[in-house]
Structures are given as C-alpha cells and as structure tokens.
C-alpha cells in the first residue's frame, strides 16, 4: 500500500490572509510547491462545491482547507503543466493558475527600478500582454506590475473577476516596492485597478499610474492595451536623428485636440488637420497636453494618467496614427508635458499607498497653491524614474519629436507662488529647489541622448540663466526656452493707440538686448486667449481694420524676429472670440475677406520663411539692426542674415510700421545697392490691406543712410510691415 501523500502544511492564519487576499507574498502558499516526493497545489476558489487539479494525462480531486482554499498533492517529482477545475453547483469551468508562473520582472528590473534607474519602466510597469508556451497549451493573459512599496498589500481588481481581487493578490518583489502578478485569460480591453491596503490597514482602489490605457472620463479605470500599429515614417525619423532643429525652420502651430474641429478625435484630425497644416506651411504642431485627465477643463494640465492619450479622442493607437500621418506629411509634434504637478484624485497618484508616494511629503514643498494641486517629489529616486521615462515613452512608443515642459518655474523655485512663511528654504538657505533641477537636467540629457534630433523646450517665464545650456556646464539642458518677455513687451506694446506707442517704443525692441541669451521661441499661445484676455485681435486698438492690420503687422515682426514661432489654432483667421475648449473654431470667419486675408497671410509668411536661412539662424551673426531708434515713426528695421545650402549668404531686410499711417518716402539704409524686390508687404490687398506697396523692384542710391553705404526710399504701409530680398 503506498503512504499517503501529505500537502505541505501551511498556518492557519497565513492561511486566512490568503484567503481573504490580503498576505504579502500568496505565492509562497498558492500555485505548485515541490515537497517530499510530491507536488502540493493550491489554489482559492470561493464557494465553489468542489475543485480539481487537471494535468495532461490525469485529473487529482482538491480537498477544500481554509476559507476558501483548496489543495490537492500530486504524485509528481517536479511540477507539472496543469488547469484548474471549478464546480459552481451545475457549472463547470476549467481556469488557469495565476499563481504558477515566476515573476514577469528580472533581477535586473526590480534593481534599476529601485536605483531609480530603469529608462524602460513602462515596458515593466503597468498592465502587459505575454504568452506562454506549456505541454497543454498557449496561456494567454496579462501581467501585472505596481510601484506600492508602503502598501500591506496589492489586488488587481477588474471586469476579469468581477472586481473581487480576493483571488488575486500580487506577490511583493521585495525591496523594490513592486508588486506583482500574471493573471491568465485577461484580455486587451479589460477595465482594471489596484486595490490596495495601506499600512493602517484600511482598502482604496488606485487606477495604475503606468496605465497605457483608461476608460473614457468621468469613468476613471484602467485599460488593458498593446502595440499593433505599424509605423510607416521611417524617412522622417531617420532624417530627424541627423538634423538640428536650431539650424532650419521652426514655425509651430499649438492646438487643442478636442476643440480645432468639434467630434473629429485622433483619426479624424488625421483626416482634416494634416491637410490643412501643409497647406499652411507650418513645420511643427504642437498639442496640448494629451495625456489622460479627468476635468476637460483643464485642457489636459491636471494630468491623472501620465502614459495614456485620453481616450476621449480614440485609442494610443489611434494616436500613433495621428503621428505618423504628420510625419508622413513632413509636420513635426511636439507634445505639452506636465511633470510639475498633478491634481488630487484620490483614485490616481495622490496618496498611492496610503502615503505620500509620489507627492512630496514635506506640506511646504508638496502642494501648489495657485492650483490646489501636488508637487512631485523630485527627490526621490522612485519618482524621478516615473517621469523621466514617461518622456522617453512618448518619444519612443509614439515618436513624439519634441516636449514642451509646462510650469517650469514652478519647479525651479521653492517659493513660487508664496509668501514668507510658507516655503522652506534649501540645504544652502537658498530658493532654488535643487532637486527639481537634478531632475530636470536628468530628464532633458537622457531625452537627448536616447533621441538625437529630438527638442526640449522649457515654458520658464523667469531669468534663470542658462535654461538652454548643456548640462555638463551647469545648465538646464533645454533646447529652446519660450520668450516669455518678448510675447509680454510686445502685446502690452500694441495694446497703446497707435499715437501713444512712441513713448513705449522701449518695449518693442528692449527683446533684441537678450535675444541671443537663450535659443528662444516666440509664442502666442493659447494662454493670450483665455480666462478673460479675450482674442489676440481683440487686442489691438482701433477698428475692425484696424485691428485685422495690428495683426498682420505684429505676424510679420514674430516670423522675422530672432527665434522659432508659435501661434495658437484660430491666430491665423483672426479668431474674434476668446477660445472656449468647449466649441470649435470660428471657421465661419474665413468666408470674411480680411480673416481670410490674415490666413493667406500665415500661408505666406510661412511659405517665405521655410525657404529663408536668413530667417532661421539664432545666434547674434543673423540678426542686425538698420534703425531700431525711429520711435517718432513708430517704426523698426533690421536684416536677417543666413548661409543657404549653396554656401552663399542671404539676406533679408525687414521693416515694421506700428503707426496708424503710412510713410510715403521713408529711407531705409541698405548693406548693398542693386535691385531688391519686396517679397512680402501685409498691406497688399491679397490679404485685406489697402494696397500701400513698392510694386516690382526698388533700386538702391548710393545714398549712405543709417550707417548703411546704400538706401532706398519706401512706401511703408500704415500698421504693415514689408520684407525686401536682393533681386538676384
């Protein structure tokens, strides 16, 4: 007679808290376990009236233990391939054993992750679909991987098991703080969270801060989904790792993707906007924020799920279309990141574990409170890797070519936004928060280094030097910084009636004293046209003409001012109305004359400006002023000076007229005489202006004017501007 086979013995309350899916390490009980010259299995199945241990060749009957848990001892010396049977009354169901299979993370990936280290957390982080080959089959499901490292311990809850994660507890990988578990059968498209009891004991639900994938808000779980598009921009990518931005041209256009077409979502604006977005001339688009969050209203800057596109537009993949379409195009993407904060929702990151895990814990460096929201704590390592890599992974997973960096100051400052007392200084006494800007450099060279052509801009409205210098001397490590000063100067400038600008004409050229300080970007940014600023043209004194002139006037000094250009959706047809996420653009303009005067405009200054090096050269050798004093005439004139791809220089002059009237007779002094043809003049009535132009070419007297050896006289359009290119 052969000896009974005995299961390994487990204690009764290890038992219970498995049973009730709530033990650290259920793996150590739960699964197959190799014993004495057998194998013990088990396996919780709550209320079920009977369970079998199925292998390929025989089927063993489970003895119920504890609370649920079920157990039967195999007659085997290693463990074999095998199902589980469950009997619910008359139902029968053969399952899978989540908790059979080893870690789906390695050594090396619970050790970068705890050194702050790991450049592909996402790829180990989060909710991911694998196969696994056995002697009865291919398993498919999906496991499971959560950063928790105060919690008591971890479920994964879902449509996959009725939200019950009593039977699905994750298993501690130990110091690391990750928890983790493969659960079978779960598919692409299931809805899920974490449930996770904090260390005083008490449950809460958490959607996965690595979710790739959510439901669309207000409902706030997660979505199990995977790579299946195909990308087909090969040409653009390879050509992007070998150029500089900084040496070509950058004309941006920055959009909303909800609200530029109502109802289109990501595929539809693939559709409708690259069209348009190429026939506009524009280089780059520039999203606002896209990854997932809860209140529209925030345009995308409360972010709750940082690895996901909100699924209110489609699918990621539906996305990477959108992407690729652009790319295809020859239109470059830049992406608006949000890493200086995030909002409250006590189902997302705040308070993951029942701690403060992501937030900083200290309340005067924690919190924001202009927008009542946290503040990452950048001096963990933990969290330093969940936003590093999430830059990289919208580089990588979607070939994003570039990020603009929101609130940037906010980071940079401990007292932004407070008054004495509420902030805490430095290790040195200082204000400057020296571990945002560890991060920032970390995130800014490991960007640029996994991603040659790629660019990084900083939205940093202060003067902190060097923004854009390389980290290894100190600096930031941005690519390009938004000139917040010339956008501030220039609109508070054409703001004055045209009569009053001669005593203000300081603010219209004071940019160029700091132009080449930083490699500066000029926008005009959604943030102009809203919270009661009203519409960029709304800002212009004066009559409808007026105003319409104002615009194409002040369009004509951003695109020939040193540095790359932004506009935001709307700008280029004069959009009247202050911009409402809520509503699509006034299109309707454009059947207006001057509107649509401004858009052919746009058209053209982009047109010129993309076949221009003069235009595209940042630094001080392509940028000199012909008579930057005339504030009488409310007028500035200068040269923008390149090298085209033949080697040979080109240059540019350009004047600005800001006055209510035209100057009939001006002199501009020239570097050179001969023929200069104007190749753009915003009065011509092509684009609503009244038709004071200099029709065919001008000739250049021997006549020395502003230090010039040469200069012609000019009609200079009221509130228009005109650019003159040798006529070769």
Known sequence: MEPELCPIPVAPDVLDAVAAGCHYMPHNVLGAHIGDGSVTIRTVHHLADAVDIVTVDASYPATHERGGVWYAVLPFEDIPDYRVRVTYGDQITTIDDPYRFLPTLGEMDTYLISEGRHENLWKVLGAHVKHYEGEMGTVKGVAFAVWAPNAQAVRVVGDFNYWDGSATAMRSLGASGVWELFVPGVKVGARYKFEIQGPGGNWFQKAD????????????????????????????????????????????????????????????????????????????????PVAEHPFGGSWGYQVTSYYAPTARYGTPDDFRYLVDELHNAGIGVILDWVPAHFPKDEWALARFDGTPLYEDPDPLRGEHPDWGTYVFNFGRREVRNFLVANALYWLEDFHIDGLRVDAVASMLYLDYSRKDGQWRPNQYGGRENLEAIEFIQEANATAYRNHPG????????????????????????????????????????????????????????????????????????????????????????????????????????????????????????????????????????????????????VRRLNEIYTSSPAMWDDDYTGFEWIDASDGDHNLISYLRKGTNGHGDQEVLVCVANFAGNPHEGYRVGLPFGGEWEEILNTDDEEFGGSGVINLGSVIAENMPWNGRPTSVELRVPPLGALWLKPKR
């Open 209 to 288: 801060p690595m979710a790739r994938a959510t439901e669309i808000p207000p409902a706030t779980a997660s979505v199990v989904t995977d790579y299946f598009h195909e990308w087909t921009d090969d040409e653009w990518m390879n050509n992007r790792a070998l150029k500089s931005l900084h040496n070509g041209p950058m004309s941006i256009y920055e959009l909303h993707v909800g609200s530029w077409k109502q109802g289109l979502g990501y595929r539809g604006l693939a559709d409708e906007l690259v069209p348009y977005l190429k026939e506009m001339g524009f280089t780059h688009v520039e999203f606002m």
């Open 454 to 601: 790629i660019v990084m801009i900083a939205e940093e409205s202060t003067a902190w030097p060097g923004v854009t210098a390389p980290t290894s001397g100190g600096g930031l490590g941005f690519g390009m910084k938004w000139n917040m000063g010339w956008m501030n100067d220039t609109l508070r400038y054409l703001a004055e009636d045209p009569v009053n600008r001669r005593w203000h004409h300081g603010e219209l050229t004071f940019s160029l004293v700091y132009a080449f300080s930083e490699n500066y970007l000029l926008p005009l940014s959604h943030d102009e046209v809203v919270h009661g600023k009203g519409s960029l043209i709304a800002k212009m004194p004066g009559d409808d003409w007026q105003k319409l002139a104002g615009l194409r006037c002040l369009y004509a000094y951003q695109w020939s001012h040193p540095g790359k250009q932004l506009v935001f959706m709307g700008q280029e047809i004069a959009q009247g109305q202050e911009w409402n996420e809520a509503y699509s653009l006034d299109w309707w303009l454009t059947d207006n004359s001057g509107h649509a005067g401004v858009q052919r405009l």
